[in-house]
Antibody, heavy 118, light 109 residues
Framework: QVQLQESGPRLVKTSETLSLTCAVS?????????WSWIRQPPGKGLEWIGY???????NYNPSLKSRATVSVDTSTRQVSLILRSVTPTDTAVYFC???????????WGQGTLVTVSS | SYVLTQPPSVSVAPGETARITCGGN??????VQWYQQKPGRAPTLVIY???DRPSGIPERFSGSNSGNTATLTISRVEAGDEANYFC????????????FGTGTEVTVL
């Protein structure tokens, strides 16, 4: 059973950098997978942030491209998100999710709430 | 950017049929997915490629997609179907790649 587990600080100060990690287990390490970060502000909808493939290629939502970096370490099976210069509008539940090359997400992490405050 | 519009809420009595729409420009030319999200939980895929169901999803869930509207249909609604539902498609032309709808809260009366 594929499992994804997000971790990282729950509180980040305004203008600082948000850093999260997603630990992956239970799937084939060499698969054609694309790992995304998706966020959901409290009471609102879902926003895709960006993805990284197992081969290291990346793409980002144009609205966040200048501040976000997504990376993967296939040896440790971890996917990372860095979001720079955060503001309170970046407060959200952050999910990691897997796309097996089929243009949709078949597995999601449970999500982690990150609050940005001064 | 590509926008997917859903009604904010749908109410349905147990045993009846719920229909949730997802509107977008020529959405019929895309493959559309639907996710169910219960409070405090991650989304779960219930329909992919317009009308395919992942294993474990009841046949009561079905989808259609044509023109400018995709629809998720839940037949014989049960109390456990109460959740938020989001549509999603893959669009590289807009640069957004994964586009989500605004979400619909389904209430079982």
């Amino acid at each position: 059973q594929v499992q994804l587990q997000e971790s990282g600080p729950r509180l980040v100060k305004t203008s600082e950098t948000l850093s999260l990690t997603c630990a992956v287990s239970g799937d084939s390490a060499g698969g054609n997978y694309f790992w995304s970060w998706i966020r959901q502000p409290p009471g609102k909808g879902l926003e895709w942030i960006g993805y990284v493939s197992n081969g290291g290629s990346t793409n980002y939502n144009p609205s966040l491209k200048s501040r976000a970096t997504v990376s993967v370490d296939t040896s440790t099976r971890q996917v990372s998100l860095i979001l720079r210069s955060v503001t309170p509008t970046d407060t959200a539940v952050y999910f990691c999710a897997r796309d097996a090359g089929r243009d949709f997400f078949d597995y999601w992490g449970q999500g982690t709430l990150v609050t940005v405050s001064s | 950017s590509y926008v997917l519009t859903q009604p904010p809420s749908v109410s349905v009595a147990p045993g009846e049929t719920a229909r949730i729409t997802c509107g977008g420009n020529n959405i019929g030319s895309f493959g559309v997915q639907w996710y169910q999200q219960k409070p405090g939980r991650a989304p779960t895929l219930v329909i992919y490629y317009d009308n395919d169901r992942p294993s474990g999803i009841p046949e009561r869930f079905s989808g259609s997609n044509s023109g400018n509207t995709a629809t998720l249909t839940i037949s014989r609604v049960e109390a456990g179907d109460e959740a938020n539902y989001f549509c999603q498609l893959w669009d590289t032309s807009s640069g957004q790649f994964y586009v989500f709808g605004t979400g619909t809260e389904v209430t079982v009366l």
